[in-house]
């Protein structure tokens, strides 16, 4: 399953989905977890039986044939270790996806982003002017001290 990541919306942002949609997001990553689960076990089986076979070529002291099955243990290892993190990070995310989820389904999908509403509103009525407000009101000022020297 391809995530998304870099620059684009990080691998969480679901508050943008309908409820529906945001299940079978979080259904996916679910899946891409139970993977990942059974790939980790076949990949620490797959450590077991190398470490067996070294041991095994050093004991008959085939020293040429435990190097290779070391190679082959070196590589199980590696792979055994990078599908721990990918499952850490895989469970760290799922269960912010949960708890997201299960928030979006209470509002019904109706989460509003205050900071993107804001923009979208200042956007569609336009920012408030401030400095011309400032100088509206200087100008008003500057009048009315002009009809108070006119005046008796």
Not at 75 to 87: C, G, I, V, W, Y
Not at 94 to 109: E, N, S, Y
Not at 115 to 133: C, F, I, N, T, V
Request: aromatic share 2%; net charge positive.
């Amino acid at each position: 399953m391809l995530l998304c990541g870099g620059g684009r919306m990080l691998d969480t942002d679901i508050e943008g989905l309908d409820p529906a949609q945001a299940s079978r997001y979080v259904l996916a990553f679910l899946t891409t977890l139970k993977q990942t689960e059974k790939s980790l076990e076949a990949a620490r089986e797959d450590s077991n039986t190398w470490t067996r076979r070294v041991t095994l070529a050093r004991s008959r002291g085939d020293e040429a044939l435990a190097a290779q099955a070391q190679a082959r243990l070196s590589d199980a290892t590696a792979k055994q270790s990078r599908l721990e993190t990918e499952l850490a990070d895989l469970k760290a995310k799922v269960a912010v996806l949960r708890d997201k989820l299960a928030r979006l389904r209470m509002t019904g999908g109706r989460l509003v982003d205050a900071d993107l509403l804001l923009a979208q509103l200042q956007m569609a009525a336009g920012k408030k002017d401030e400095l011309g407000e400032a100088m509206k009101k200087e100008e008003a000022n500057a009048a009315l001290d002009e009809l108070k020297k006119k005046a008796p």
